[in-house]
């Protein structure tokens, strides 16, 4: 596969679950990003790592956390989440510096 | 608070006429600008990017940055019902860890 593929595309869970999200990315970046978007909402980002250290943790709540274990895999594991959190989830990734970030097709989460 | 604004629309326009997105952004820090597309259920795609005062062109796109009114823009010249879509518009500050700040989108109906 070439670019940023996310699994799984589509994910329900009850509040008690937990799962995780994968993100690879196949361009050779070294930057990864998580992105919540809801429903009539701007993008909010979630996670950044850079060389696969964390940079930013935009006051997620504790029940998402994030992992890197390289430049090219990033997972973000969820525990007992909430209704509020259904929203599709995206991933990105970009060589870093001032470029552009390129997304992946996202998972689409519903929590019951 | 960092913002980037756009107007949610929709906008419609007829096929064949130019499609004009407009973008404001109050951090005036920020100095790298990008246009994404978002079909409704996909992920963003990128279309431009713009580092520069000025016009940038790509095709039917140009994309425009006035840095003095913070202010950005892209035009779709010669609109396709294909066209249909959310556009996003995200600034970046260099100087700021490089993440993106979105701004919330605008609908784009090219009807035919």
């Known amino acids: 596969e070439t670019g940023v593929t996310q699994t799984p595309r589509h994910l329900v869970m009850g509040m008690t679950n937990k799962k995780s999200l994968k993100c690879e990315q196949h361009l050779g970046h070294n930057a990864m990003y998580w992105y919540k978007q809801s429903a009539k909402k701007p993008l909010e980002l979630m996670f950044v790592y850079s060389l696969e250290e964390r940079v930013e943790n935009n006051s997620v709540p504790s029940r998402f956390s994030p992992e890197c274990p390289n430049s090219s895999h990033l997972f973000l594991h969820l525990h007992t989440l909430q209704p509020e959190d259904s929203a599709l989830y995206l991933c990105?990734?970009?060589?870093?510096?001032?470029?552009?970030?390129?997304f992946g097709p996202g998972t689409r989460l519903t929590v019951t | 608070q960092k913002e980037v604004e756009q107007n949610s629309g929709p906008l419609s326009v007829p096929e064949g006429a130019i499609a004009s997105l407009n973008c404001t952004y109050s951090d005036r820090g920020s100095q790298s600008f990008f246009w994404y597309r978002q079909y409704s259920g996909k992920s963003p795609e990128l279309i431009m990017s713009?580092?520069?005062?000025g016009d940038k062109e790509d095709g039917r796109f140009t994309a425009q940055l006035n840095k003095a009114s913070q202010y950005v823009s892209l035009l779709i010249r010669d609109s396709q019902p294909s066209d249909s879509a959310t556009y996003l518009c995200?600034?970046?500050?260099?100087?700021?860890?490089?993440?993106?700040?979105f701004g919330g989108g605008t609908r784009l109906m090219v009807k035919p």
């Open positions: 990105a990734s970009s060589p870093g510096g001032w470029a552009e970030q390129y």
């Open positions: 995200a600034g970046m500050n260099n100087n700021a860890g490089n993440m993106l700040t």
């Open positions: 713009i580092y520069s005062n």
